[in-house]
């Protein structure tokens, strides 16, 4: 049997160790995991009974092959959710389904809302053409943002930045009130100063454009064809959160002979020319060596590069300069917010009904902040009586954020909370969290205008594969992070050694979209 060593026990690592070992008998796969939990940024952290999910997990993919498989991991509820129960609320369900009030294994269908909060008021996101935007707006901002879309169109830029590639599809009015400061504040740069490749991948083709065609489509009861990246409706998760799903997946493999190795961290990559030979871990406080014929690392590629021996100066100079960007969520449990709920969507407590907010205001550093209540009425211990929320910061590693205690990070961010209203006291504060994410977002920026030179370099890896949103330095999706491992392992089954259909997951607008996909198919950001 050939061994095959896999770095990380996220979504693409793990979706390749089930694929091969369920597709072939010829091969012995080892797993492993810097940490005791599977996931990667995709997993579930369960505090005192309330799970906080890690940036939010909406899953939709336009790929088959990747909502067969996540039906076949967690089949979609046959039975409606105790918040749809208690509210008379109709979802989607599959006819014979497992029932989520009896069972853990199951995917849910779940109310897509997620607004942008700017100037204390609601704004849908993407912004859509309604009378609440232009009373929200008022006049002169309306009348404003129209005509800087219109030079936009008549006067396009060249797109060599995010921010050239945003003012394109909305004008510079509209890009400067939702789309500067967020974006900075996410990236930690400014939006002129970032490769608009990133746009490209995760706005694809939302525009003002897309949102006149898709209400339109809505007015008139059209509702065939494609809809644009983040104009979808609903979405499935699992009962527990995403890390369920990769929990699932874990004990699959282990049932399939597969080995899972968690609290290891992978070192050293030992090649011999241009042939991995093995590599080195931690584990226990031990430097442990194995030897491997195949090697698939969803790693992020920066590690994977410095941990080689004897790579060529310049490959090595772009992989130490790639920058990533860290996170940081606070859990709070509150009795309410003071959201006012003025949508049609029945929500328990009647609190506003969104899934994630962003947050567009300049007097504060919170990005997003997420209500665990309305993901998954199952994430919150006392689902009546409490919201869970998550406040969620975004920082460098080692900076002044990322090195605050629990108790300094939760007084900052629980005053935020006080400055935007969502709350009225810090005293109504019933507990929190601290959470940090290292290497959360792959940035496009410093040497990643020279990542095709790198990936050159690791094509001349004859049984290296690398998968995964960090493992290629991409910002992927579950389902594209998934895809990336569905090729690697039709690659090793069938001898092919060229490995551009890998690192071609989701660099064209239409890869994997048919024409023929069903409107709650696409995918989402």
């Known amino acids: ?53 890690m940036g939010g997990h909406r899953f939709f993919s336009k790929v088959p092959e990747v909502n067969e498989w996540w039906q076949k991991m967690l089949p979609l509820q046959g039975a409606p959710t105790y918040d749809d129960i ?59 943002c129209g005509f800087s879309y219109l030079w936009a169109m008549i006067f396009k830029r060249e797109e060599n930045s995010l921010e050239d590639f945003y ?41 003002i454009l897309a949102v006149l065609k898709n209400a339109f489509q809505k007015k008139s009861g059209k509702t065939g064809g494609k809809v644009e990246t983040s104009l979808i409706e609903e979405f499935s998760y699992p009962k527990l959160g995403p890390g369920q799903l990769w929990d699932v997946t874990a004990a699959e493999i282990k049932n399939l002979g597969g080995t899972i190795v968690c609290n290891a961290k992978v070192t050293k990559i030992r090649k011999d020319g241009n042939h991995i030979k093995g590599i080195t871990y931690l584990f226990d406080g031990k430097e442990m060596e194995i ?38 969520t606070l859990g709070v449990l509150v009795p309410k917010l003071n959201l006012e709920n003025k949508t049609k969507i029945k929500t328990i407590g009647n609190i506003v009904p ?38 969620e910061y975004f920082c460098f590693e080692g900076d002044s954020m990322w090195n605050m205690t629990e108790d300094e ?21 019933i507990d929190y969290h601290m959470e940090r994410v290292k290497k959360a977002y792959p940035a496009y920026f410093d040497t990643y205008e020279e990542m095709d030179k790198l990936v050159d370099y690791l094509n001349t890896i004859d049984n290296l594969y690398c998968v995964g949103r ?3 330095h991409r910002y992927n999706n579950i389902d594209h992070s998934m895809c990336t491992s569905f090729e690697t392992v039709k690659n090793i089954l069938s001898g092919e050694t060229d490995r551009s259909n ?24």
């Open 409 to 429: 990070f939760a007084k900052m961010a629980i005053k935020e909370m006080v400055t935007l209203n969502l709350i009225s006291s810090a005293d109504e504060v």
């Open 167 to 207: 003012v394109n599809r909305f004008g510079k009015k509209l890009y400067s009130m939702f789309f500067e400061y967020y974006t900075e504040n996410l990236w930690g740069r400014h939006p002129s100063e970032i490769d608009p490749s990133w746009g490209a991948q995760r706005v694809k083709g939302v525009s």
């Open 502 to 525: 890998i690192w071609n997951v989701n660099t064209e607008k239409e890869y994997h979209e048919a024409d023929s996909a069903p409107e709650e198919e696409v995918e989402v950001d």
């Open 354 to 391: 969104d899934n994630w907010v962003y947050v567009q205001d300049r007097t504060v550093k919170m990005g997003r902040f997420q209500i665990y209540n309305n993901w998954s009425p199952y994430l919150v211990k006392d689902l009546e009586h409490t919201v869970w929320v998550g406040l």
């Open 291 to 328: 030897e491997g014929d195949i090697v698939i690392s969803s790693m992020p590629v920066k590690d994977l590069v410095e941990g080689m021996n004897d790579v060529p100066a310049e490959s090595l100079r772009i992989a130490k300069g790639l920058p990533y960007r860290d996170y940081m």
């Open 470 to 472: 960090n493992g290629q």
């Open 1 to 53: 049997m050939k061994k095959v060593l896999i770095i990380g026990a996220g979504p693409a690592g793990l979706t390749a160790a089930y694929e091969l070992l369920s597709k072939s008998k010829d091969y012995q796969v080892v797993v492993f995991e810097e940490t005791d939990q599977f996931g990667g940024i995709s997993r579930t952290v369960n505090y005192k009974g309330n799970r906080m999910d």
């Open 86 to 144: 208690v509210l008379d609320r109709p979802m989607a369900m599959a006819e014979g389904g497992p029932d989520p009030e009896k069972t853990d294994r199951v995917m849910l269908r779940r109310n897509r809302v997620s607004r942008i909060f700017f100037d204390r008021k609601f704004y849908d996101y993407p912004i859509s053409l309604k009378l609440e935007t232009f009373k929200n707006m008022g006049l002169a901002k309306t009348i404003a």
